[in-house]
T-cell receptor, first 114, second 111 residues
Framework: DTGVSQDPRHKITKRGQNVTFRCDPI?????LYWYRQTLGQGPEFLTY????????KSRLLSDRFSAERPKGSFSTLEIQRTEQGDSAMYLC????????????FGPGTRLTVL | GEDVEQSLFLSVREGDSSVINCTYT??????LYWYKQEPGAGLQLLTY?????DMKQDQRLTVLLNKKDKHLSLRIADTQTGDSAIYFC???????????FGAGTRLFVKA
């Protein structure tokens, strides 16, 4: 499978715990995006990388959230001191820089904070 | 502000045409997407239109763009039960990375 993969697919955690999600983009894609999707809503943009550089962060990304893409390939999204409001589907997408930017989405990681 | 709005539900009979509407706010958007999301599956790009176009046709899909009213529509001809899904309209800002999605329109196709 050469699509975008995310791990884990599901995560249940207790409030206050830290969680980390991983995204593996399509190999030749240099852009990587993180989104959050809550029930009944569309994906909300969180952050974006071009290669290893994080170029844009949404104000939705509080201080408890951090994302990295250390070698310009896979990315991690960490949430510290999780809150019940963090429960959502976290989506990763990747694309290749070009005039038309089609983002390819992964299946998502569903986070449930108890 | 940043906002993409869609009607939440649409129900059609199999074989009829479906029209899903969307309004967006940013006139500087470079292009607009329609994505499809089926239960348990990732978002799939259906079609897109550049902001300098008025219409795009792709097999059973027709996208109409009214830039003056910032209105986008997706028409699905001969709707099938397999078209039942959530359809998201999204606008892409200049630079091609920040994408704003609507809340999605849930399409129900009755056999």
């Amino acid at each position: 499978d050469t699509g975008v993969s995310q791990d884990p697919r599901h995560k249940i955690t207790k409030r206050g715990q830290n969680v980390t999600f991983r995204c593996d983009p399509i190999s030749e894609h240099n852009r990587l995006y993180w989104y959050r999707q809550t029930l009944g809503q569309g994906p909300e943009f969180l952050t974006y990388f071009q290669n290893e550089a994080q170029l844009e962060k949404s104000r939705l990304l509080s201080d408890r959230f951090s994302a990295e893409r250390p070698k310009g390939s896979f990315s991690t999204l960490e949430i510290q001191r999780t809150e019940q409001g963090d429960s959502a589907m976290y989506l990763c997408a990747s694309s290749f820089s070009s005039t038309f930017v089609e983002q390819f989405f992964g299946p998502g990681t569903r986070l449930t904070v108890l | 502000g940043e906002d993409v709005e869609q009607s939440l539900f649409l129900s059609v009979r199999e074989g009829d045409s479906s029209v899903i509407n969307c309004t967006y706010t940013d006139s500087s958007s470079t292009y607009l997407y329609w994505y499809k999301q089926e239960p348990g599956a990732g978002l799939q790009l259906l079609t897109y239109i550049f902001s300098n176009m008025d219409m795009k046709q792709d097999q059973r899909l027709t996208v109409l763009l009214n830039k003056k009213d910032k209105h986008l529509s997706l028409r699905i001809a001969d709707t099938q039960t397999g078209d039942s899904a959530i359809y998201f309209c999204a606008e892409v800002y200049p630079g091609g990375f920040k994408t704003i999605f609507g809340a999605g329109t849930r399409l129900f196709v009755k056999a």
